[in-house]
T-cell receptor, first 113, second 119 residues
Framework: KQEVTQIPAALSVPEGENLVLNCSFTDSAIYNLQWFRQDPGKGLTSLLLIQSSQREQTSGRLNASLDKSSGRSTLYIAASQPGDSATYLCAVRGPSNTGKLIFGQGTTLQVKP | EAGVAQSPRYKIIEKRQSVAFWCNPISGHATLYWYQQILGQGPKLLIQFQNNGVVDDSQLPKDRFSAERLKGVDSTLKIQPAKLEDSAVYLC?????????????????FGAGSRLTVL
């Protein structure tokens, strides 16, 4: 049974700092991995999607990496801003494109001005 | 492009009462998902529809939860009778058909959610 874990559960950093959020999963037979952002009282917004054959994806100040063999992914946020404050969730789909999307519990990020 | 619409946004009921949530997915999205998100946890899939057929409902508590997707568009999730532990945000999401092979089929678009409080 696939389990997804995110560490830390909460993180507080000063504005401008670079930071890394971690995600680990127990079954390496995944189809893809996604990172989402969730603002309070709102739904989830997809940030980055990495296929199982890829090592990383970049979008603006965000970079997500995937090491399928070790069951790990990281989300790197460069030059953090107060507007980045939100909960970040990773989710894995597998083993095929019709597999369930299994979510971690999220990391709540606070960026202080 | 209009997003995924959900209603109501908030609902407070007493245990043993019933409640229904409605979802209207993005036009053209064949796949619709209902997730339950308990405070402090990640979303958990309750049921997945492909058009109006059920793909996965293995985690749906069928003794009290039911869902339908008439005509392959709108969907309704019902809880009857509600328990205290059903207090959560119920998220609806939609996507293109994952079996289509299209890259965008992997991307889910979520609604804002319906927050349920059971007293």
């Amino acid at each position: 049974k696939q389990e997804v874990t995110q560490i830390p559960a909460a993180l507080s950093v000063p504005e401008g700092e670079n930071l890394v959020l971690n995600c680990s999963f127990t079954d390496s037979a995944i189809y893809n991995l996604q990172w989402f952002r969730q603002d309070p009282g709102k739904g989830l917004t997809s940030l980055l999607l990495i296929q199982s054959s890829q090592r990383e994806q970049t979008s603006g100040r965000l970079n997500a990496s995937l090491d399928k063999s070790s069951g790990r992914s990281t989300l790197y946020i460069a030059a953090s801003q107060p507007g980045d404050s939100a909960t970040y969730l990773c989710a894995v789909r597998g083993p095929s494109n019709t597999g369930k999307l299994i979510f971690g519990q999220g990391t709540t990020l606070q960026v202080k001005p | 492009e209009a997003g995924v619409a959900q209603s109501p946004r908030y609902k407070i009921i007493e245990k043993r009462q019933s409640v229904a949530f409605w979802c209207n997915p993005i036009s053209g999205h064949a796949t619709l998902y209902w997730y339950q998100q308990i405070l402090g946890q990640g979303p958990k899939l309750l049921i997945q529809f492909q058009n109006n057929g059920v793909v996965d409902d293995s985690q749906l508590p069928k003794d009290r939860f039911s869902a339908e997707r008439l005509k392959g568009v709108d969907s309704t999730l019902k809880i009857q009778p509600a328990k205290l532990e059903d207090s959560a945000v119920y998220l609806c999401a939609s996507s293109f058909d994952p079996t289509s092979g299209a890259m965008e089929a992997n991307v889910l678009t979520f609604g804002a959610g319906s927050r349920l409080t059971v007293l």
